[in-house]
Nanobody, 117 residues
Framework: QVQLVESGGGLVQAGGSLRLSCSCT???????????FGWYRQAPGKQREMVASADSGGTITYADSLKGRFTISRDNAKNTVFLQMNSLQPEDTAVYYC????????WGKGTLVTVSS
C-alpha cells in the first residue's frame, strides 16, 4: 500500500520561503518513477486546488497564479518530491497535500503552512 508523508510545513513570515517534502514509503521503484505527482492545497473555507504537478516524462504544470514563486521537483533515488515555495504571502496559508497518481490515486495527510503578515 502506497503511503505518502508530507513534511516541511510551519509558520513563516510574509516574503519567506519553505521547502515541502513528500516521501513515498512502501513505494516500489516502478510505482514512483512512473507516477505523476502533484501538490495541492486547501485553505480554510475553500476548495482544494492544484498547486503544481510533475509527470514521469518531465512535464511540469503550475497553477497560473503561482508561476515563478513555486517550484516542484522530484528525486527518484529518494522516492521524494519537493515543493520549493518562495515569496510566501498570507494567502498561501493552507494545508498542502501530496498526490501520487499511478494505478490509482494516493494522498498524504497534509502539512500546514501558515504565513503571517
Amino acid at each position: 500500500q502506497v503511503q505518502l508523508v508530507e513534511s516541511g510545513g510551519g509558520l513563516v513570515q510574509a516574503g519567506g520561503s519553505l521547502r515541502l517534502s513528500c516521501s513515498c514509503t512502501v513505494c516500489t521503484v516502478s510505482i514512483f518513477r512512473l507516477a505523476t505527482f502533484g501538490w495541492y492545497r486547501q485553505a480554510p473555507g475553500k476548495q482544494r486546488e492544484m498547486v503544481a504537478s510533475a509527470d514521469s516524462g518531465g512535464t511540469i504544470t503550475y497553477a497560473d497564479s503561482l508561476k515563478g514563486r513555486f517550484t516542484i521537483s522530484r528525486d527518484n533515488a529518494k522516492n521524494t518530491v519537493f515543493l520549493q515555495m518562495n515569496s510566501l504571502q498570507p494567502e498561501d496559508t493552507a494545508v498542502y497535500y501530496c498526490r501520487l497518481s499511478n494505478r490509482g490515486d494516493y494522498w498524504g495527510k497534509g502539512t500546514l503552512v501558515t504565513v503571517s503578515s
